[in-house]
């Protein structure tokens, strides 16, 4: 059975950090690019980051350059988000996501979410 359970969101002040982490089960992590979403109230889902399944490559929104690292231990089966710097802004329930090209199609798994609130 898959399955993506993320955790470490949480309230924090502005200016804080969270560490969010992602623990995956039921597939083959390691052949897997895995990434963070993040969905604030009345806006549409958006790309966080992301990273290949070797972890030699990765991106970043422009909103995170800088602030965000994201990297994986592919021996824990596990993607971490460490979010620095953190701003009202970046309020938003953040998603987990596992996807892989194989034989034409795309296998996407999503976490359930984890809440993370930016505020004083």
């Known amino acids: 059975q898959v399955q993506l359970v993320e955790s470490g969101g949480g309230l924090v002040q502005p200016g804080g950090s969270l560490r969010l982490s992602c623990a995956a089960s039921g597939f083959f992590f390691n052949t897997y690019d895995m990434s963070w979403y993040r969905q604030a109230a009345g806006k549409e889902r958006e790309l966080v980051a992301a990273i290949a399944a070797a972890g030699d490559s990765t991106n970043y929104a422009d909103s995170v350059k800088g602030r965000f690292t994201l990297f994986r231990d592919n021996d824990k089966n596990t993607v971490y988000l460490q979010m620095n710097s953190l701003k009202p802004e970046d309020t938003a329930v953040y998603y987990c996501?596992?996807?892989?090209?194989?034989?034409?199609?795309?296998?996407?798994?999503w976490g359930q979410g984890t809440q993370v609130t930016v505020s004083s």
């Open positions: 996501k596992a996807r892989r090209w194989r034989l034409g199609v795309f296998d996407d798994y």
